[in-house]
Nanobody, 126 residues
Framework: QVQLVESGGGLVQAGGSLRVSCAAS????????MGWFRQAPGKEREFVAA????????YYADSVKGRFTISRDSAKNTVYLQMNSLKPEDTAVYYC???????????????????WGQGTQVTVSS
């Protein structure tokens, strides 16, 4: 069982930066692929970024590639999403998610993730 708690959301101006964090419980955190998803009002949830259990491989949606960076600190059981050059269209609730092995690293479906956090709001003003 894994419990995920996001933090670090807030209000930022366009062009600014923000880092959101996801603290995980459970001694097997290092065995999970971790992902970030987001959902804007009136839109479907979408994949943002993922990091493999080892931290060696990272994956990004085209819309955030080059601006966002996902990382993990297994000693702290925490995964981060550093967001730079933020745009108003990045406004959404950001969710952290975890899944075990058995899926391709490039499987970006939300349904492949078993555990989810409660989400943190990120608002980018123009």
């Amino acid at each position: 069982q894994v419990q995920l708690v996001e933090s670090g959301g807030g209000l930022v101006q366009a062009g600014g930066s923000l880092r959101v964090s996801c603290a995980a419980s459970g001694r097997t955190f290092s065995m999970y692929t971790m992902g970030w998803f987001r959902q804007a009002p009136g839109k479907e949830r979408e994949f943002v970024a993922a990091i493999s259990w080892s931290g060696s491989n990272t994956y990004y949606a085209d819309s955030v590639k080059g601006r966002f960076t996902i990382s993990r600190d297994s000693a702290k059981n925490t995964v981060y999403l550093q967001m730079n050059s933020l745009k108003p269209e990045d406004t959404a609730v950001y969710y952290c998610a975890a899944r075990t092995t058995g899926y391709s690293d490039t499987d970006y479906r939300g349904s492949s993730y078993k555990y989810w956090g409660q989400g943190t709001q990120v608002t980018v003003s123009s």
